[in-house]
């Protein structure tokens, strides 16, 4: 396997770029148990995931989220 620098990365076209960056995401999400959650950001994944448990008809489906993300309206929220 060949070794590149950080440098050498770096003067990639973007779509390459693009293309190494989801190699290392991909290698990463192949480990999750190797990423540490901290203690504060455990704590609020587990009061949104009770907040979402006492309330699961709140908020918006992932067809709304989408929609307000692509007109922009999002930012009125």
Same mark, same amino acid.
């Given at each position: 396997?060949?070794?590149?620098?950080?440098?050498?990365?770096?003067?990639?076209?973007?779509?390459?770029?693009?293309? &190494?960056? @989801?190699?290392?995401?991909?290698?990463?999400? *192949?480990? $999750?148990?190797?990423?540490?959650?901290?203690? =504060? %950001? /455990? +704590? &609020?994944? @587990?009061?949104?995931?009770?907040?979402?448990? *006492?309330? $699961?008809?709140?908020?918006?489906?992932?067809? =709304? %989220? /989408? +929609?307000?993300?692509?007109?922009?309206?999002?930012?009125?929220?």
């Amino acid at each position: 396997m060949k070794h590149f620098s950080i440098a050498e990365i770096l003067e990639l076209p973007v779509q390459e770029r693009i293309r &190494v960056v @989801e190699l290392i995401w991909d290698s990463v999400a *192949a480990v $999750p148990e190797a990423v540490e959650v901290s203690v =504060e %950001v /455990r +704590a &609020v994944i @587990e009061e949104r995931l009770r907040q979402f448990e *006492a309330a $699961p008809d709140e908020g918006y489906s992932w067809d =709304e %989220v /989408r +929609a307000r993300l692509k007109d922009g309206t999002w930012r009125s929220a």
